[in-house]
């Protein structure tokens, strides 16, 4: 996997156009230089806890005795499960309900919706795939995230330009995208799976 497509997978993981609506009603009544710094202190928590997971991942799954094949095949299911939620959204939305009133503060917007658990199991799956890459990955991760901030910050703007069908419809695509993806990780999983003989 290349730093662009492992950009992409992460970018689409982390699904910046479908939180917009979320964010904005999260952030409602709030003066926009507090939104601002609101969404700057929950998108750095959210990349703090996946550059954890990307580090430190490998070693929580030694430690668990688990085998890459196996995460592999479990994070492929868990990004298919999220990406048919993003073609097929409940009514309250592909990460649930957006919460308690008030301001938030890490729950739900760093963690779930931006770090949320398919992301922290890719990164993770990157980490323990290739040892030797892992500042390729963290460059990666960094550029999604980059893209994600700068689509976050323009929240109020992209939601007035391209309104509420376009959004969804982009996010139906980039949840096709991402079943697509899945899929291949899923079968790259069972393949390297009944490749190793068992232990």
Do not use: C, D, T
């Given at each position: 996997m290349t730093i662009f497509s492992a950009a992409l997978m992460l970018f689409l993981i982390l699904d910046?156009?479908?939180?917009?609506?979320?964010?904005?009603?999260?952030?409602?009544?709030?003066?926009?230089?507090?939104?601002?710094?609101?969404?700057?202190r929950e998108l750095l928590i959210a990349l703090g806890v996946l550059m954890v997971f990307l580090w430190g991942g490998r070693y929580l799954l030694e430690a668990m005795h688990l085998r890459q094949e196996s995460v592999s095949i479990a994070g492929g299911i868990i990004l298919f499960l999220i990406g048919v939620r993003m073609i097929f959204p409940p009514p309250e939305g592909v990460m649930g309900g957006a919460g308690e009133a008030g301001e938030p503060f890490i729950v739900p917007m760093a963690i779930p919706m931006v770090a949320g658990p398919s992301g922290m199991a890719a990164v993770m799956l990157l980490g323990s795939d290739d040892k030797t890459?892992?500042?390729?990955?963290?460059l990666a991760l960094g550029i999604a995230w980059l893209a994600t901030a700068i689509i976050l910050f323009c929240a109020t703007y992209l939601y007035k330009i391209l309104g509420e069908r376009v959004l969804t419809a982009v996010e139906r695509l980039m949840g096709m995208l991402l079943v697509a993806l899945s899929v291949q990780m899923l079968v790259d999983g069972v393949r390297s799976y009944w490749a190793i003989p068992l232990t």
């Open positions: 910046p156009l479908g939180n917009i609506p979320v964010f904005m009603s999260l952030l409602k009544g709030i003066s926009p230089s507090r939104q601002r710094y609101i969404i700057a890459r892992m500042w390729e990955w963290s």
